[in-house]
């Protein structure tokens, strides 16, 4: 088994879907500002954007150390451009939407199989998720009100990179 050492920073999204878009953006900002923070050793840090989720997602985490998940979420219960940043396990098992498939399955539920099948994945899964509203229009362009808080959502990256050891525990609160 491969063990990379190393921490995945992972864009979610599709950006040609408007606000489900803001996964890569936000990515991209920390991609293009870590290269300046010597705090970080940009070699021990790998950078993603997947249009996917349950077993391709899971299988694209296999040999990391962490991994850090940016996407859109939408509940319905929070301001748009509301930004939570919490371990995987704290996030609702969407079992529908842009999580699963016909023919797969939610995040947590692979991660699961894989870890039961041996595959080498993280312990260590974090996210950074921004209410949205406009994740199945077509269009290039992400709302306002999402644009706004990219900025801090990119610091909440960038707080959890610096973040030596990560703890991961049972969830106590979970997004509604």
Partial sequence: MITKGKTIVIGLGNSILGD????????????????????????????????????????????????????????????????????????????????????????????????????????EIWTVVIEAENVYEFSEEISQSILNSIPEAVEHVFDRLLVKEWEISEPNEKID
Avoid: Q
Wanted: glycine fraction near 10%.
């Fill in 20 to 123: 489900d878009g803001l996964g890569w953006r936000v990515v991209e900002e920390v991609e293009n500002r870590i290269g300046r923070d010597p705090r970080l050793n940009i070699k021990e840090i790998d950078f993603a954007y997947y249009s996917l989720g349950g077993l391709a997602l899971m299988e694209n985490m296999e040999g990391y150390r962490k991994t850090i998940i940016v996407d859109s979420i939408v509940t319905g219960n929070n301001p748009i451009g509301t930004i939570f940043s919490l371990p995987l396990n704290e996030l609702p098992n969407f079992s529908s939407g842009h999580s699963t498939a016909a023919h797969d399955t939610s995040l947590m539920t692979a991660l699961e199989v894989g870890r039961k099948c041996g595959i080498n994945l993280p312990e």
